[in-house]
């Protein structure tokens, strides 16, 4: 089989190259060793998931892994699980390896609008994002001239301070006087020292609207995705942050090798690949052959895009590489519980009108218990040293996700914590995040059977997941482009695949021509296919029909 370019791995920046490149009019194949899509990207359900660690766990005896399974198992360690039964409705869950939020403005929105794809998936608004303010209680983000009104914890010259540094920060501040020469402050230093904001304010800003990993991030970096953030309240509700459906990226990222196959792209999932090799240009014949386990026949192609998991061990000779900045280890968790985390304040509490007198011979439990909000998707952010147990250089997310965002059954929801490594350490992914799991655990509405009852999870994981090892670039060779990983900030995740995704296609592109292929022409209305060549001027071609209104997204 001959195809223009093979594309190795279905995770979202592989999968948006692929839609770009086939829609464009090259002739693409899609090719995964998992029997799913999405590949580090992906949702699965309770037991696909235990599937998954367990081959990243145990060496199969009976064969060798492949370079695919020994490089996952290298980046994926410190694989604990819960050893008690798994929940029921286990294959009713999507739970996401790369949990994330997604900017209602930015790259990934703009593709999933501009290629269509936007009507193969759905999404949710973030409902609420607060700073943990120490055990069973927490502080809202303020976001917006509306939230520094209400906030009661703030004093009026706390809050101008903070009007303050929201319009500077929503605005053009590029060439304002407050910036010059602190562009590379630490963000926490220059909110204290050029805004006069308190610590507790500082660290709201700087951790739970500008998403810094630590004290020390820089500010500019900071400052424009605190304007993004900003700008993006308002586009489809109240909150500037989306949640996808069926467990988010692994979701879009299949969305997008749909588009890519209506397109012609031929995909092959779960298959092996025993071989990868490459040859001189000779009578025009492709550079690469891909061979694959049980399938007679070859693949071959003139251009390979894949992350690093499908070529180490490989003779392949890589083109410049797109590097992303600041990646670094991160030490995961997931938690199944039975009972709603609550973000309600002493404020918001404090403001619930007293209830109307009770009705003793109806009175349930439920009737008896305080009022408390409960939330389906909700971010909690722990600032460094919020635990004694916890890090005092790290700011830790906990992502809650429950049947509203279609991820678990009724009556469940997920919890995703997420901890930046950004040194070496010796402890488990489990000892450095359970201390946060049981924190946000005192957020629990309490049980309406036995307020006083621990909430325990129904089944929880934890590992650490290790950015893919840098590889060697060479000038002999410019027919491989190397997917590498996205920025692990959580908002961050999915720009920052699209955004390489798009450089990544130009790349691809221009290689492309350079080796001789030619985009297939577009059909006229009448479909005859035209006979000039194609300019390629964009990154998504115009749609060829207008999406129907009443198709849910």
């Known amino acids: 089989m001959d195809a223009d370019v093979i594309v190795l791995g279905t995770g979202l920046t592989q999968s948006i190259t692929a839609a770009a490149l086939s829609k464009a009019g090259f002739s693409v194949a899609h090719v995964d060793v998992n029997p799913y899509y999405g590949g580090d990207d992906t949702s699965l359900t309770l037991d696909e998931l235990v599937e998954w660690a367990d081959t990243r766990t145990h060496a199969d005896d009976a064969a060798a892994p492949d370079a695919y399974l020994s490089a996952q198992r290298a980046r994926y360690t410190s694989i604990s699980c819960s050893t008690s039964a798994l929940p029921q409705q286990s294959r009713q869950y999507s739970v996401s390896l790369a949990p994330t939020i997604i900017p209602s403005v930015g790259p990934l929105i703009n593709s999933l609008v501009s290629s269509g794809v936007s009507r193969y998936g759905g999404f ?18 303020p976001g917006s001239k509306e939230d520094v009104f209400k906030n009661k914890d703030l004093s009026l010259l706390e809050k101008r301070r903070l009007m303050r540094f929201l319009m500077f920060a929503a605005g053009d501040f590029a060439d304002k006087p407050e910036l010059e020469g602190k562009e590379q402050m630490p963000f926490v230093q220059f909110l204290r020292e050029t805004f006069s904001l308190d610590q507790r304010t500082t660290n709201a800003l700087a951790y739970a609207l500008a998403f810094c990993v630590s004290a020390s991030d820089p500010t500019l970096p900071a400052l424009q995705r605190v304007r993004r953030y900003l700008r993006s309240a308002g586009r489809y509700g109240t909150s500037p942050f989306l949640v996808g459906h069926y467990g988010g990226l692994g979701e879009i990222a299949q969305g997008f090798c749909r588009t890519a196959a209506v397109s012609g792209a031929t995909y092959i999932l779960g298959r092996r690949i025993s071989s990868i090799t490459s040859h001189s240009l000779e009578e025009r014949t492709r550079k690469h052959r891909l061979k694959l386990h049980d399938l007679d026949e070859e693949l071959k192609c003139d251009l390979i895009v894949s992350s690093s998991d499908f070529l180490l061990g490989g003779s392949l000779s890589l083109s410049d590489d797109i590097q992303m900045e600041n990646t670094h280890a991160i030490a995961r968790g997931i938690a199944i519980i039975d009972r709603p985390l609550s973000f309600s304040t002493t404020e918001q509490a404090s403001s619930i009108e007293p209830p109307d007198p009770v009705d003793y011979a109806t009175t349930d439990a439920e009737q008896l218990s305080p009022t408390r909000e409960q939330l389906d998707t909700a971010l909690l952010v ?7 147990d916890g890090s005092s250089t790290v700011a830790v997310n906990i992502l809650t996700t429950g049947e509203g965002s279609l991820s678990a059954p009724r009556g469940k929801w997920i919890v995703y914590i997420s901890m930046p490594l950004l040194e070496e350490t010796t402890r488990s992914a489990e000892e450095l995040l359970r201390p946060y799991l049981d924190a946000a655990l005192t957020l629990a ?9 621990p909430l325990v999870p129904l089944f929880t994981m934890f590992y650490t997941q290790t950015p893919a090892p840098s590889m060697p670039s060479s000038d002999s060779s410019r027919s491989v482009l190397r997917v590498t990983d996205s920025l692990p900030i959580l908002p961050e995740v999915a720009d920052s695949a699209t955004s390489q995704a798009e450089v990544l296609f130009w790349k691809a592109v221009e290689l492309l021509k350079g080796a001789g292929c030619r985009p ?34």
């Open 124 to 141: 949710k608004l973030l409902e609420k994002v607060a700073i943990y303010d120490g055990p069973g209680s927490v502080k809202p983000v």
């Open 382 to 388: 722990l600032p460094p040293s919020s635990l004694p």
């Open 445 to 453: 509405v309490p049980n309406p059977d036995d307020s006083a009852a």
């Open 520 to 553: 297939r022409p577009r059909k006229e209305d009448d479909g005859e296919e035209a006979n000039e060549e194609v300019e390629i001027d964009s990154f998504w071609p115009p749609l060829d029909m207008v999406d129907d209104p009443s198709e849910d997204w």
